[in-house]
């Protein structure tokens, strides 16, 4: 079983090198990472939303 302390740095590990990989790029593949985030995010809160209504 792995510790939670070697979870979250395996997570930080890889939240920093998809940061660097972020900010090292140019500025439309960042502006386009945002959006996709935003949208996808949007996405799913607007398909939680529909599933709670409709239970």
């Known amino acids: 079983m792995i510790s939670l ?3 979250f740095w395996n997570t930080t590990g890889i939240l ?3 940061w660097s990989i972020i ?5 439309q593949f960042r502006l386009l990472f945002y ?3 935003v949208v996808s995010f949007n996405l799913y809160c607007q398909g939680h939303y529909l599933f709670i209504k409709e239970s």
Do not use: C, Q, Y
């Open 5 to 7: 302390g070697a979870m």
């Open 16 to 18: 920093e090198s998809v």
């Open 35 to 37: 959006v996709l985030v």
């Open 23 to 27: 900010h090292e790029s140019n500025f």
